[in-house]
């Protein structure tokens, strides 16, 4: 490796990120010597990795949350892409009524929670599978996820391996405004994947329709359905923790 540039989002994780990295950056100085260079608003990360990338940078590192590391792999690709995680529904809502409040951190991001499952109600939507559409079903949530975690420490998808050239598809079937609640804190260890309302497969490729529901990408809202959701296998080479 002839050179590597570092990405740092300090507003990442309710400011916790700029914690982490005054401590992280040292010990990262002496096993990977690097470059670093922080966002300062939307679209920095994207902008810093493009730019790292037609440099000649051999490795770009991501210091920051989904969103952060959405912006570096679409700026490394130059094009817009699907990096982690992305989907339709209850988590989306979450994530759309958190950027118009303009919230960061823990609290507020449960506060915007809240204020979702007292306006949460389950949609009928046509879920369309590697081409084969599913019969109109309410749902709560679907996430197509690339990786196990999202939002933060939510093990979504337990099961899901970025290298396989699939997604893992998690639907969350209608569930009401309690059982929501007690469901939510479930994602954290993945075993909300025992209810016997979730269910899990894999598949290529993934298109929402029916009502319209708000989307996200990598927890950043991103319109609403109808939407399309697809793996390119190989697209990218990372470097990620292994998973015991």
Do not use: K
């Amino acid at each position: 490796m002839t050179r590597a540039v570092v990405v740092v989002n300090p507003a990442a994780g309710g400011g916790r990120t700029a914690r982490i990295w005054r401590r992280l950056r040292d010990v990262m100085a002496a096993t990977l010597p690097a470059e670093h260079a922080e966002t300062r608003g939307p679209g920095d990360g994207e902008r810093l990795a493009r730019e790292a990338a037609a440099s000649g940078a051999a490795l770009v590192v991501a210091v920051g949350g989904d969103g952060t590391l959405n912006e570096i792999v679409n700026g490394v690709r130059s094009a817009g892409g699907f990096a982690s995680s992305a989907g339709a529904g209850f988590d989306a809502a979450v994530a759309r009524r958190a950027q118009r409040w303009s919230m960061g951190g823990t609290l507020p991001y449960l506060a915007a929670v809240l204020a979702s499952v007292h306006r949460h109600r389950a949609i009928e939507v046509v879920l369309e599978v590697d081409g084969v559409a599913e019969p109109p079903t309410p749902i709560t949530a679907v996430v197509a996820a690339n990786g196990r975690w999202f939002g933060g420490g939510m093990r979504i998808a337990p099961q899901a391996d970025p290298a396989d050239g699939a997604l893992d598809v998690v639907v969350l079937g209608a569930l009401g405004r309690l059982e929501l609640l007690r469901w939510l804190p479930t994602i954290y260890p993945g075993t909300h994947v025992r209810h016997p309302r979730v269910r899990v497969c894999r598949a290529r490729r993934l298109r929402v329709s029916g009502a319209a529901l708000p989307t996200h990408v990598d927890g950043e809202p991103a319109g609403a359905t109808p939407v399309t959701l697809s793996v390119e296998p190989g697209a990218l080479r990372l470097r990620v923790p292994r998973v015991a």
